[in-house]
């Protein structure tokens, strides 16, 4: 499926029919739709801000918990964290060389302090182990990191989206005649790196692996090298891939598959614009869904350089981790253009590259794990203490936030319908406080729900703070309102409910009592 075809699909992916489609979508004004979060990425769910501004969340680096292994001799780990419930620990899964692919595992009790794991009884293919924990090689091959499928048809529900060039390309090719290289390779290469194959790891367990060659994800044509990244798109419920436009291009594509097997071919996703630092190029972008959105986190090269370049492409130069955001996993949008995961002081972990490649979900906080090099991209990463992964944090819902800029500010949404009366917000107000008021179309408060009578959030901090007034909300449900808030010295980071923003016929049709249809950009 192509791009424009994947966006087609948006509006009736989930339905097995479409007679299922319309029961799903058309929403009864007594039914109760479904739970989601409003995060501040943009202002675009508000129709009035004063004495307010958006800001860009931060994550911490944790440096108690950073992570060193004197096998890795690359700073593209790339990590791979999760809760491996069946052996009751968490794993990390990690590479230790660009090239050939090595794959190592770390355990962990907690998530935050790791120890390699040895695994004696597994003996990757060609050749001895660089260490215990060692758990396969692909020769003369690179792989982007890791991918936890969440469907796993197959049974595998681990996968690396690698390449493999050199000989053991060229001797595929010299022996198939159906091979896009069969020709040049029968007639001699004198760059054996132009052969090129696209293969997926897989494995059951995350721990035995094999290389299924059947499982391409390239196209004729396009070459792309890794960092390749997959993630699952529970709207579409279809897999979806982050790469390159090809090798040694650093812009963002995107394709999808249904089987993690068989993919669409890139379209152009991400390249830097005139907002942008100059110079910048893409390296890569994982992204992670996270509740009702999909968060990437965009690498950022820095490649301003003086000299005259004496290679194909700029090389040299450090790497950090912005923010870009999506609603629907198809159309992203880019955050502040400020680092996200920042680099740190000169000579500490991670002052010349970052590169953050998994999120964890802690329930009151998100971990970030990210490969990491003393020395900046294209310069030597041997020496003592060069190569490590590291742990940031941030609250829950802290990619962006609102803040009061003086002493009180407001903000007043767009309208919208509650389906349900519960509300909760995710506030800090430590010396603040912070109030709401639901209002009407024309925005004058609704008697019982109005500032007075709110429940104040005052010198608190909450992730689930449940809004409360001397009125109930029940007599407000499936009718068009606003919801308001004031504050001062606080922030506000998401608000977590049952509601539907309203265009002007969805309110048309809530005042005469009839269905309306959510599927179509209900975000």
């Given at each position: 499926?192509?791009?424009?075809?994947?966006?087609?699909?948006?509006?009736?992916?989930?339905?097995?029919?479409?007679?299922?489609?319309?029961?799903?979508?058309?929403?009864?004004?007594?039914?109760?739709?479904?739970?989601?979060?409003?995060?501040?990425?943009?202002?675009?769910?508000?129709?009035?801000?004063?004495?307010?501004?958006?800001?860009?969340?931060?994550?911490?680096?944790?440096?108690?918990?950073?992570?060193?292994?004197?096998?890795?001799?690359?700073?593209?780990?790339?990590?791979?964290?999760?809760?491996?419930?069946?052996?009751?620990?968490?794993?990390?899964?990690?590479?230790?060389?660009?090239?050939?692919?090595?794959?190592?595992?770390?355990?962990?009790?907690?998530?935050?302090?790791?120890?390699?794991?040895?695994?004696?009884?597994?003996?990757?293919?060609?050749?001895?182990?660089?260490?215990?924990?060692?758990?396969?090689?692909?020769?003369?091959?690179?792989?982007?990191?890791?991918?936890?499928?969440?469907?796993?048809?197959?049974?595998?529900?681990?996968?690396?989206?690698?390449?493999?060039?050199?000989?053991?390309?060229?001797?595929?090719?010299?022996?198939?005649?159906?091979?896009?290289?069969?020709?040049?390779?029968?007639?001699?290469?004198?760059?054996?790196?132009?052969?090129?194959?696209?293969?997926?790891?897989?494995?059951?367990?995350?721990?035995?692996?094999?290389?299924?060659?059947?499982?391409?994800?390239?196209?004729?044509g396009w070459h792309p090298e890794p960092p390749v990244y997959a993630f699952y798109n529970h709207r579409l419920?279809?897999?979806?891939?982050?790469?390159?436009?090809?090798?040694?291009?650093?812009?963002?594509?995107?394709?999808?598959?249904?089987?993690?097997?068989?993919?669409?071919?890139?379209?152009?996703?991400?390249?830097?614009?005139?907002?942008?630092?100059?110079?910048?190029?893409?390296?890569?972008?994982?992204?992670?869904?996270?509740?009702?959105?999909?968060?990437?986190?965009?690498?950022?090269?820095?490649?301003?350089?003086?000299?005259?370049?004496?290679?194909?492409?700029?090389?040299?130069?450090?790497?950090?981790?912005?923010?870009?955001?999506?609603?629907?996993?198809?159309?992203?949008?880019?955050?502040?253009?400020?680092?996200?995961?920042?680099?740190?002081?000169?000579?500490?972990?991670?002052?010349?590259?970052?590169?953050?490649?998994?999120?964890?979900?802690?329930?009151?906080?998100?971990?970030?794990?990210?490969?990491?090099?003393?020395?900046?991209?294209?310069?030597?990463?041997?020496?003592?203490?060069?190569?490590?992964?590291?742990?940031?944090?941030?609250?829950?819902?802290?990619?962006?936030?609102?803040?009061?800029?003086?002493?009180?500010?407001?903000?007043?949404?767009?309208?919208?319908?509650?389906?349900?009366?519960?509300?909760?917000?995710?506030?800090?107000?430590?010396?603040?406080?912070?109030?709401?008021?639901?209002?009407?179309?024309?925005?004058?408060?609704?008697?019982?729900?109005?500032?007075?009578?709110?429940?104040?959030?005052?010198?608190?901090?909450?992730?689930?703070?449940?809004?409360?007034?001397?009125?109930?909300?029940?007599?407000?449900?499936?009718?068009?309102?606003?919801?308001?808030?004031?504050?001062?010295?606080?922030?506000?980071?998401?608000?977590?409910?049952?509601?539907?923003?309203?265009?002007?016929?969805?309110?048309?049709?809530?005042?005469?009592?009839?269905?309306?249809?959510?599927?179509?950009?209900?975000?």
């Amino acid at each position: 499926m192509n791009r424009r075809d994947f966006l087609q699909a948006v509006p009736t992916a989930a339905a097995t029919s479409a007679a299922a489609s319309v029961a799903i979508a058309k929403v009864d004004p007594g039914a109760v739709a479904g739970s989601k979060t409003w995060l501040f990425w943009d202002l675009w769910k508000l129709d009035n801000l004063q004495g307010v501004t958006l800001r860009q969340g931060v994550a911490r680096w944790r440096k108690e918990f950073t992570y060193q292994d004197p096998a890795v001799s690359s700073f593209s780990t790339w990590p791979l964290v999760y809760r491996d419930e069946s052996a009751g620990k968490w794993r990390m899964l990690y590479t230790a060389r660009w090239q050939p692919y090595t794959l190592l595992v770390a355990a962990s009790e907690d998530g935050l302090h790791w120890k390699p794991e040895p695994h004696p009884e597994i003996a990757p293919p060609g050749g001895s182990k660089v260490a215990p924990h060692h758990l396969f090689t692909l020769e003369s091959g690179s792989g982007g990191g890791p991918y936890l499928d969440p469907r796993a048809a197959d049974g595998n529900r681990f996968r690396v989206f690698a390449i493999q060039h050199g000989e053991p390309a060229v001797r595929r090719a010299q022996a198939d005649p159906k091979h896009l290289f069969h020709a040049a390779a029968r007639a001699g290469l004198k760059n054996k790196r132009i052969a090129v194959d696209h293969l997926t790891l897989v494995s059951r367990d995350g721990l035995h692996w094999k290389a299924d060659y059947e499982a391409g994800w390239g196209q004729p044509g396009w070459h792309p090298e890794p960092p390749v990244y997959a993630f699952y798109n529970h709207r579409l419920k279809m897999h979806a891939m982050t790469s390159r436009t090809g090798h040694g291009e650093r812009r963002v594509v995107i394709q999808t598959s249904r089987d993690a097997r068989n993919w669409s071919g890139p379209e152009l996703l991400l390249q830097p614009d005139p907002s942008d630092a100059p110079l910048v190029q893409f390296y890569g972008m994982p992204v992670v869904p996270y509740e009702n959105h999909f968060v990437g986190l965009l690498w950022h090269f820095h490649i301003g350089d003086s000299t005259a370049l004496n290679r194909y492409n700029h090389y040299i130069g450090p790497l950090d981790c912005h923010l870009a955001y999506s609603y629907d996993s198809v159309r992203f949008a880019r955050g502040l253009r400020q680092p996200f995961i920042a680099l740190n002081d000169p000579g500490e972990p991670g002052s010349g590259v970052i590169q953050t490649s998994c999120m964890v979900d802690a329930g009151e906080e998100l971990r970030f794990y990210s490969s990491a090099c003393t020395r900046m991209h294209g310069l030597s990463e041997k020496g003592a203490g060069a190569v490590h992964i590291l742990l940031h944090t941030v609250r829950r819902d802290g990619f962006f936030y609102l803040e009061s800029t003086g002493n009180w500010g407001s903000i007043i949404s767009k309208p919208l319908a509650l389906w349900d009366p519960t509300i909760t917000v995710n506030a800090a107000a430590p010396t603040g406080e912070i109030q709401f008021q639901v209002t009407d179309l024309e925005s004058n408060p609704i008697p019982g729900l109005t500032y007075d009578d709110c429940v104040a959030l005052r010198e608190g901090d909450q992730i689930r703070f449940p809004l409360r007034w001397k009125g109930s909300l029940e007599g407000v449900l499936r009718k068009p309102v606003r919801l308001a808030a004031r504050f001062r010295h606080a922030r506000l980071y998401a608000i977590r409910g049952n509601f539907h923003f309203l265009d002007a016929q969805d309110w048309l049709m809530l005042d005469e009592q009839l269905p309306i249809d959510t599927r179509w950009f209900d975000y």
